[in-house]
Each structure stands twice: as C-alpha cells, then as structure tokens.
C-alpha cells in the first residue's frame, strides 16, 4: 500500500501539469504513422534533462501510456497502425470506422485500453517480485516455442483460407531475415542496398496496411461520390460504457493475455494485442463476425496492448534489465538522474518509484478521458473525400516511414511491400498474418540459435528444447493450437455452400 | 462456367509468380554461404515452397475460393494514381524534396481523383486551399514538431 | 551511373563547401547516427555527449540521435559508408574495436579508412560476471571450470565481432582453455539478462552495466579486461593482475566520427569544437552518474588508437 502515498505527489501543480503534457502529447505522437512508443518517449527524453527526476518520469511515463493507446486512432481511423501493438486494431476497428461507427470504435478502444492499462499497473503495483521471477523464466528455449505458437496464430488470422493465411505467414518469415544475419552477421537476401538494413518493422507496418488502403481508393476511380462514409453515428460515452461491460469476456482474456505476455522480457509488447485477438475469437460464439466490424475485437486488443504497459516494466524495475525497447529507453532516463533501477529504486528513491508508477495509473485515466472526449470529432475523418484520403494516407505513409530512421530506404521498402500487399490482398492473402510472421521470425531464429549454442555446450538440442515444465507446457500450447485449428478448418469446411465455393 | 475466368488467370498467374519467388529464396538459401547463417530460411524456404506450389496448383485447378482478383474497371482507375504514387516515392520526393514533391503529388492526385467538375474555378481553388491546408500540417508535425529533417531539394 | 551520382555529389559540396562551410556551419541541425538501438549503452551515452551541442560555445545547432540497430552494428556502420552523406550534417557513433573487427572479419562494406574520427568521449572495458549465487568467484574458478570441461562452459556476450567477443577471444587464448561464448540477440541487456537469468554459466559484459547490475545485487564482477583497475570498480582486480596476459584491445571506445568526404574544413572545426563539448561539466556530471566512465582524445589521438586496435586485432583474428 505504499504506492497510496505517494499519490499527493502527482497531483502537485507541475508534476500534475506535466501528466497532462504527456498525456495529450503521447496521444498525438501515438496517432502518427510511424512515431511508434518508444520512438515518442526517446523524443522526450532531451525534455527531461532540465526536469527533476520524478518531474522527468512522470512525463515519460504518462507518454509510454497514451502513445500505446494512440496508436488505435491511427489504426482505428486511417488503418495504419502506429506499432506492432495495434495490429490487432485495424482488423476490426478499421472496419467500424468504414461503418460509419468510428466514434464507437474509438470509445471502446479508449475505455477497453483504460481497463486493461489500470489493471496492468495494478499488477506491476502489487505483485512485482512474484512476476519478475516469470519474466526471468523465459529462456531461449521456451522463448522459441512462445514464438511457434504465434506461428500457430497465423493460420486463423483474418484470413478465410488456412493455406493462403500460413504462405502469408511464410512470406513474412522469409521477409524479416532479409538483411544481416543477427547473430553471425552474414549477409541474407540483399538484393537491393535500401535492404542492407533489412526490413523496418514500422516501416513495413506502414506499407502493409497503409498502401493497400490508398490503391484501393484509387482503384474506386472519380465516379465514386464524395466520402466512403456519408454520416459519423454518434456514440454516446455512456452507451460505450455499457457496450465494454456487456463484453467481459473480451476484456478479460484482452487484460489477461496482455498482461501475462508483456511480462516475457524482448516478445510481449508486439504480439499481446494479436495473441489476445485471436484467443478471444476462438471463446466468442460470434467468431464469424470478427473482422467484419465486431466490438469485442477492438476491445481484446485494446485491453491486451495497454495492460501489457506495466507489466513491461517489471524486469526493468526490478532486475534493471529492459524487458522491451521502450523500456530500455526509459531506463536511460533514469540514468541520466542517476537513478538505477533495482532494489536501489525502492529502497533509496520510494518518491521516484512510486511518483512514476502512480503516474503511469492516473495518466491512463486522463488517457482514457481526454481520448473520449475527443473521439467524436476524431471520427469524422472518414467523412474526408475519398480522393483526398488517398492522397493524405500516402503522404503520411511517406513521411512516417522516413521519420523512423531518417532513411530513403525504409520508404522504398515501404511502398515496395505496400504495392506487392495491394495485388496480394485481391488474391485472398492478409497483412495481419505476413506481419506476425515478421515479428516472430527474428524472435524464433535468434531464440532457437542461441538455444541450440547453449545446447550443444551442455545437455544437447532434444534435452535443451523438449525438457522442462515450461517448455512441455508450451509444446502442449503450440499441439492443442494446431489442432483446433484444424477442426475450425474441417468444421467450416462442411457447412461450406457451394454458392461460396464459386464465388 | 465453361471459360476460364478472368480471375481463375489471375489466379494461376499470382500464385505462379508466389512459387517462383519461394523457388528462388529455396535456392538462394540452399546455395549460399555460410551454411549456419542459412538454416533458418532454408527451414522456412522449404515450407513456403511446399504451400505456394499447393497454391499453385489450387488456382490450376480452379479450386481457389477467396480473393476476386482484379476488374478492368479497377486497373484503368489503380492505373494513373498507381504510377504517380511510384514516381512520387522512388524518385520525386528525394529529387524535389519531401514537402515540395509531396504537395505536387497531392494536388496532382486530387485533381485526378477529385469527383468535382474540372471546369469550374472553384474546384481549382478548394483544391489549391486543400493542398495548402495538407502542406501546413505535414510540415508543422514532422518538422516544427517531431524536428525530422527530411531531404529539401526545392524551397523547403 | 552510381559511380557519377557520387561523383557530381562529391563535387558539387566541394563547391559549395569551400565556399560556405569554412564560416557558416553547422546552419541546420545535425544528425547523428547510433548503430546500436534506443536505450542501449552506445544511445545513452551519445545523448547525453550530445546534449549541450545547441550551446554556443560548441556547436550552436543541437545534434539529433537516429538509431540504426542491427547484427551488432554492421547495418548501421553499413549504411554509414555506403548512403550517408558526407556533408558535415551526418555524424556517426563509432565503437572501436567493433567495426574494426567485422572489418576484419570481412562481409562489410566498410573499413577504418571509410570513416574519419572526430573525438573520442568513453572507454567502457569489458568485464568477466557470473550470477551472485555461482560457485566461482574470481577468474581462476573459471578457467578451473574450463579445464576440467573443455567447452562446457556457457557464457555469454553481446554479438560475434563486438568488444565482448574479442575479450572472449583473449581470455581463450591466455588461459588456454576453450569456452562456450554465446552471442546473444539484443545486445548487452539480453546478454546480461541470460546470466542473472542462469541461462548461461556467465558472461562477458560492459563495465557500466555490470556495475548497475551488482549494485542491485544480481551478478558478480570477478575481471576487468583492461590494463588499469576501474574508478567505478576499485577492489576488482584486472585480467592481468589474475595472472592472464590481456591487454585493453577489447575495450569499448567510443565516439564520433565522419563518413570519409567530408569536406575538411568542416572536419576541422568538429575536430576542434566537439572534445570541448565532451568536457561540458554538465556531461561529466550525467555520465557519472550513469555509472559511464569518460574518455575524451582528440582527433589525432583516435587515429593513432584505431590504427593500433587494427593491427592488434589483425593478429588475434588471424587464426579464426
């Protein structure tokens, strides 16, 4: 209960106005295509230099949990999504939006993003030693069959054929090891010098989702009247309130899955949101309705990707080792001050602590409350004309994929791959799957190749990968995956009419 | 249905061009050195040309159920705003500079785009302000705001 | 065709370079490329050296951090040589003996004369961890250890080729032994993670986060790879002091160099602004703090450090 008191410490009159700061800043940063979080907070740390340590974090931390939640309005209203976090968004919220029902979407995913941020900070707040044993249990072996069983994922990602999903799911395993070889530094598939860097996750992310969306504008030509959406539903705040409590089934497996997966220190924060949308697809009666606009999938991935927020934040704390790029870059901030993180922190700098982790808990509810008072009128960007949404969603995609590393190659990648994702898109291929499959390849080569070193140093490559609790349990996760989906796959497969064959 | 469809040659032809892309990465990755560095997408290779050539054969045999291909009326419309967007990022942006090339092609886009009449001078001049109006955001967030310096060519 | 690109590049800055740099620059921000991620030692230490550029007794124009991650710096420096521009406004982190060992290595397109060293702002060594509940508890535990199981033990570091690398090398070679090293994905954090995590029996890491990480009680120091002990670690003795011949090749030096091209007038003022810079009090003061140990040498004095490191490393990369 030490956390209650330090709370005074927040609401004094800068550390309170700096919150806000970085809560509307980290909203606005989050919703910029190509700004992921821990670019945002990197940003801001040159600001926290001429702060006062507790002053300094608690910009940085309300920033890290609004830029998370900003990067739905961007996924939500123009289906570029800000970080691999919200992926997820884009399937279905992206899809409310063309409905008209961009106001509701962003409700929900501002309130589903609030529940699961509080409650992830709650974790960090109350259970941290127990947790950061966990996030150490993660060894290279385990960590390598947590990511085949995101490959698993794959096949019934958004995608109405298993076989179409997995070659995506290929083609994105294929495309992350273009570039130097992480750990021999051998050179792979470098057909052309902007891929000497290999391939930019947000970049690529941008590309993949983005380009799709203005080709197909265009390819709707000028006779198409005016806007893909005449009038914006109005939602009432209330009304959503409702809506995310009728789901909580939604909610809990997004909380649960977001805040058990942001825990494993290098693959958490990019897959929860995924991870949580499709678990909650297989438990929901409605799973044909997911994609096409259904509420529980914004809200799992919402819930998912910011109750990932705090238990990120555990091994940093509490161990001093950075469980996710964000949290490497707030780690610097605190050594700027001279602060180590560790037993260190809580022992000698309680008011730093607390004051940062207490922030963390208040700016989700600013959060939360700045981004539903905005949402209304956010949602009337899908009453743009379509041809200006085109060419707005390109420039965009240009600018926020040359502003991650300041480099020509990223944008070509980018539009490369958005193209090849267009024509690719109109065989029946998803981006949701080809972009799991390249953020899991890096996690499974490097994993398993650092395993099979350690392994064939001590007790060898079947003892090292198949023995253990954690790894039988995990294997036993990656089976029963496949297997279900394949009853999906031979279920669906039966109550096929032949009308849908044709067409 | 007798003919094959137009999109069942779409099909063949798509997932032809996927089995040969695996094709060439199998090759490549069972080929190149140092063999180490390559076992992964040798693993991942060879899964991908098993699935792209059951793909292929699929669309062959016009069996594929999901995706419509591509409608003529879709290509002439993709056509020109396709090109510009290509020209814009492979060569205008860094030839004329970001905010230059990029308020170019947006008004280029618009005008193509843009269901108004083209002869009316007010459909000129709304788009002239959207163009202005793109411009000013895009260089207050990315350059006052975020301080990214993006290549300047031409004025700014 | 490219060949002339760079050629008409090349000499239109000359042009305009001769003209306008002597007196005018730096006229707009400057940029500066990090090949090793956000958070990461290298980032950290090159934000805070950087921070005090918008002054006006250093450069005037404040210096902005991209980061260019991946295969223990290779992309980066990759990118440095070969797309960078050499026009004074694209400044780079260089960590020695890094990309002089891939270089000699092979597989880069890139080598010391590609670039053009600036100023030198820290020297992180190397140091020997193990968890704080092993058994072994200094060097000779270890090599004991290594003896009685050639190739059993695991340790690890941050990449093939970086300064922890090279260190394993040396202490392989002046013990006589054959070790296990384990390059991880992630740089020093993963590495160090694997260790407090018992993933592996011990590791080889920066002196400035192993000394963070026995603070917080999690992993013991028991070797500096360098000629001197460490001001931050007084009582642990070096490699040398425990009996092994090992020199400091395998210390991390870092600091800011330019693409080769660049105009000299503006390498000349950089030369003379940037060590002044690094000698801000301010700097000192956030360095230490963070547990980074400083060390400022001018341009000449780099160009000598790598062209030493070059030949030391030649010698002990030969036989791989």
Known sequence: MEFLYYFGDVFAPVSFGLLILGTVGGLILGATPGLSPTMAVALLIPFTFHLQPVQGLILLGAAYTSTVAGGAVSAILLKIPGAPANIATTLDGHTMAKQGKGAKALQLSFLASAVGGVIGVLLLIFLTPVLSKWALAFGPSH??????????????????????????????????????????????????????????????????????????????????????????EKHSVIDAVREVARQPRALSIGTITGSVIGLIPGVGGQIAGLVAYDQTKKFSP??????????????????????????????????????????????????????????????????????????????????CIFGLYVAGLAARVAQVPQSVMAAVVLGLAVFGSYSVQSSMGDVYVMAALGVMMYFLERF?????????????????????????????ATDGLGAYFLSGALNIALIGAVVASIIYSSWMEIKSRRYTSKEEIMG | ???????????????????????????????????????????????????????????????????????????????????????????????????????????????????????????????????????????????????????REVFF | MKKLILGATLALTTLAGGAVFADDYPERPVMMMVSYGAGGATDFQARIVTMTAGNEDALGMPIAIINKPGAGGRVGWNWFATQAEADGYTLGAYNVPHFIAQSIKGGVEYSTDSFEPIANWGADPAVFVVATDSPMNSMDDVVAFANENPGKLTFSGAGLFVGHHIAALQLEKAAGVKMAYIPTKGGGAAAMKAVIAGEVMGGVNNLSDAFRAQEAGNVKILGVFDLERNAFLPDVPTLKEQGYDIDNASVNFRGIMVPKGT??????????????????????????????????????????????????????????
């Open chain 3, 263 to 320: 105009p000299p007038e503006v390498i000349d003022t950089l030369a003379a602004t940037v060590p002044e810079m690094f000698k801000n009090g301010k700097v000192s003061k956030k360095m230490d703090a963070g547990g980074s140990p400083m060390h400022i040498m001018t341009r000449d004095e780099v160009i000598e450090m790598w062209a030493a490191r070059e030949e030391t490393l030649k010698e002990l990369l030969a036989g791989l």
């Open chain 1, 428 to 456: 029946g291929f998803s981006a949701a799957p080809l972009v799991l499959g390249l953020i899991l390849g890096p996690i499974a080569e490097a994993n398993f190749i650092q395993g099979s070193m350690i392994a064939g």
């Open chain 2, 1 to 151: 249905m007798t003919v094959p469809s137009l999109p069942r040659v779409q099909h063949i032809v798509a997932s032809g061009v996927i089995a040969a892309v695996g094709c060439w990465v199998a090759w490549v990755s069972y080929t190149q050195q140092p063999a180490e560095a390559f076992l992964f997408p040798r693993l991942i290779s060879t899964v991908f040309v098993v699935l792209a050539l059951w793909t292929f054969a699929k669309a062959l045999m016009g069996w594929t159920k999901v995706g419509h291909g591509l409608g003529r009326i879709d290509v002439i419309n993709l056509f020109p705003g396709l090109i510009i967007a290509l020209i814009y990022v492979f060569w205008l942006a860094k030839a004329l500079g970001f905010y230059t090339a990029g308020a170019i092609v947006f008004f280029i886009l618009l005008a193509i785009y843009d269901p108004a009449p083209h002869r009316e001078l007010k459909t000129w001049i709304k788009r002239i302000i959207i163009t202005a109006c793109y411009l000013v955001v895009m260089y207050g967030l990315f350059a006052k705001l975020l301080k990214v310096y993006t290549p």
């Open chain 1, 286 to 367: 409605n799973r044909d309705q997911f994609g096409k606009g259904h509420p529980e999938g914004v809200i799992a991935a919402e819930a998912a990707n910011n109750a990932m927020v705090g238990p990120s934040l555990v091994p940093l704390l509490t161990l001093s080792i950075p469980g996710s790029p964000t949290a490497a870059v707030l780690l610097g901030g605190l050594l700027i001050h001279g602060i180590f993180p560790g037993t260190d922190l809580f022992d000698n700098h309680p008011d730093v602590a607390w004051t940062f982790i207490n922030s963390m808990l208040i700016g989700q509810i600013l959060m």
């Open chain 1, 143 to 232: 960590l390598f069959w947590l990511a085949i069983l995101g490959v698993t994922v794959i096949g019934s990602l958004d995608s109405s054929s298993v076989v179409k999903g997995l070659l995506s799911g290929c083609i994105g395993l294929w495309l992350a090891t273009i570039g130097f070889d992480d750990i021999m530094g051998a050179q792979r598939f470098i057909f052309h010098p902007a891929l000497g860097g290999g391939i930019n996750i947000i970049a690529a992310l941008i590309g993949l989702f983005a380009i799709p969306q203005v080709l197909t504008m265009f390819a709707k030509g000028r006779s198409d009247k005016g806007a893909e959406v005449i009038a914006v």
